[in-house]
């Protein structure tokens, strides 16, 4: 009985074992083979090398950096025993209330990973009478919000009246306001990960006039919106009893 190699003829010779190789041994009935397990030994030995996390994490190969490695789950992804959940509903992304100053950021750092954001935003009032509060997007993460009209081309249906062109730089549409009168709405908006002018739909409501509904598109940027901020139409403050939150809609 000989050592042959690969399940040939070939006698297994000096070099044929190489460090880092994996091997196994199978006897055809006459010799004693010694088969490589080609590319997949060097991998066996990266998946040994690798670190113990302590935590659950799936394993993959990392095709840019050519090895293996663990992979962590996103949002909304979660493992029990061997089980990978997956949670829909909402995610809050930001959520406090506005304080007594004139602007408030609602949020910066917005991840590009939803179906679409949704605002919710009850009892803001200002301290200073015929004021509204207007609500604007940024894409360059706070460092600048966009306070262009045109940019938010929208329509208002106010309380069964005609629909009407929105004519303010925010995706709500409010009439001015007795000081401490009361502002309450929701926003969703759609395709704000970028490459498309995001579509947005609100509904508000306030002390003197009810429901106000409005559809539009944001067409200042292509880009993805990252931050969103309530400012007033001019001066005074938010009385700070006001709340508001932003979630992430899976």
Known sequence: ???????????????DIVSGGMYTLAFDGTNLQVLELGGFG????????LVDP???????????????????????LSITDTTINAAGGKTVIASGSFAATNSQVIAT????????????????SSNTATRRPLFQ??????????????NYQGMYFENGATLEATDD????????????????????VFGYQGGLFPKYSSFGSQTSLGAIFVEGFYVGSVS???????????????????????????
């Open 169 to 188: 730089a925010s995706v709500f549409w409010h009439d001015d306001q007795a000081a401490s009168g009361v502002f309450s709405g929701t926003l969703y």
């Open 54 to 76: 302590n935590a659950d994490r799936l394993l993959f190969w990392d095709d840019s950096a050519g090895t293996w490695a663990f992979l962590t789950l996103g949002t909304n």
């Open 1 to 15: 009985m000989a050592l042959k190699k690969n399940g040939g003829a070939t006698d297994l010779a000096a070099g």
């Open 109 to 124: 750092d917005i991840p590009a990973i939803y179906s679409h954001l949704a605002l919710r935003y009850d009892g803001l």
């Open 224 to 250: 993805a919106i990252n931050a969103m901020r309530m400012i007033w139409s001019g001066t005074g403050n938010s009385d700070g009893t006001s709340s508001f939150t932003l979630y992430g809609i899976a």
């Open 42 to 49: 060097p991998g066996l030995s990266q998946i040994g090398g």
């Open 137 to 150: 997007f940024s894409t360059t993460n706070g460092v600048s919000y966009d306070t262009t009209v045109t």
